[in-house]
């Protein structure tokens, strides 16, 4: 299966915050990053963080990072439409980046 | 602000025809990479390259090779195209390694009919 895990799908209505959560398998992952994918285009680098960091927050971003369990989770406060996309948790894994599959994020009026 | 930049957008081939993607980046980047992103999947790193003259094979190089002559351009080549090749490419770079945050292009779809 994949190393690095995320749920598919959200749904959030506009207004509201989204979570959005990741798993990793390598302990030894030095950074570990989220990236936006929106239709058709490129993957766009929103944050990313340290693995001696718990916790990094970016205007409406918040990234939360718990080493022990190897969870990953972006919070977006205050979703709007224009945060719709696909959401990509990616560590960096044995020398490469190690992508998950994608989380499509949709906000509803 | 260019980035990094792919050409084409599009394209459509016939099997065993051959093509090259284009990628060019202007940020003076050492490491630059090739993915190749199928529905419903995360990326797969297809090829890389940490240098002028110096490539390597990612997770899913078969059918295809690379080159790097310059700093700036990396581009991907399909010999014998397949329709197991079909798929989003994506050109990135980063500044120094693989830990360093990467850049992306905005991909070529590419359809092998």
């Known amino acids: 299966g994949e190393d690095v895990e995320q749920s598919l799908f959200l749904s959030v209505r506009e207004g509201d915050s989204s979570v959005i959560n990741c798993t990793y398998t390598?302990?030894?992952?030095?950074?570990l990053y989220w990236y936006k994918q929106e239709p058709g285009a490129g993957l766009q680098l929103l944050t990313y963080?340290?693995?001696?960091?718990d916790m990094k927050q970016d205007q409406r971003l918040t990234v939360l990072l718990n080493k022990k369990d190897k969870h990953l989770s972006l919070r977006i406060a205050d979703t709007q439409t224009g945060d719709s996309a696909i959401y990509f948790c990616?560590?960096?894994?044995?020398?490469?980046?190690?992508f998950g599959a994608g989380t499509q994020v949709v906000v509803t009026p | 602000n260019a980035g990094v930049t792919q050409t084409p957008k599009f394209r459509i081939l016939k099997i065993g025809q051959s093509m090259t993607l284009q990628c060019t980046q202007d940020?003076?980047?050492?490491?630059m990479y090739w993915y190749r992103q199928d529905p419903g999947m995360g990326l797969k790193l297809i090829y890389y390259s940490v240098g002028a003259g110096i490539t390597d094979k990612g997770e899913v190089p078969n059918g295809y090779n690379v080159s790097r002559s310059t700093t700036e351009d990396f581009p991907l080549r399909l010999e014998l195209a397949a329709p197991s090749q079909t798929s989003v490419y994506f050109c990135a770079s980063s500044q120094a390694d693989f830990n360093q945050p990467q850049h992306f292009g905005d991909g070529t779809r590419l359809s092998i009919l």
């Open positions: 940020m003076n980047h050492n490491y």
């Open positions: 990616a560590e960096s894994s044995w020398g490469k980046l190690q």
């Open positions: 390598d302990s030894s992952s030095t950074y």
């Open positions: 963080i340290f693995s001696n960091m």
